[in-house]
Every structure is written in C-alpha cells, then in structure tokens.
C-alpha cells in the first residue's frame, strides 16, 4: 500500500514516505517492543495471577 501511495497519490512526497517505509520495516523486524498489546497484555495477565 505504501508503495501505491507514494506512486500515485503523493509522488513527490517520498521524505513522509521514505520514514514511514522505515519505521515499518523497524517494528517488522524488531517488534513494537514496550508498546506493543502483547507487552501490555502480559503485564496484566501476570498481575492477575499473582494475586
């Protein structure tokens, strides 16, 4: 999609495109990390089963 965009919607706006295509490939291949639901989710889960 990224790439339809930027050929036929935004043609000359390829520095958006270039950080977006970037930060798509960074949560790709190294994952959202703290933010990611996953994280978020196993805090709670884990609280729960604590107490």
């Known amino acids: 999609m990224l790439v339809t ?6 043609p000359k ?3 958006e495109h ?3 295509a970037w ?3 960074l949560v790709l ?7 990611s639901l ?3 989710a196993d805090g709670l889960f ?3 089963r604590q107490s």
């Open 5 to 10: 965009v930027q050929i036929f919607v935004f």
């Open 13 to 15: 706006n390829w520095a």
């Open 18 to 20: 270039l950080l977006r």
């Open 23 to 25: 930060l798509l490939l």
């Open 29 to 35: 291949t190294r994952g959202a990390g703290m933010i």
């Open 38 to 40: 996953g994280h978020i």
């Open 46 to 48: 884990a609280a729960r």
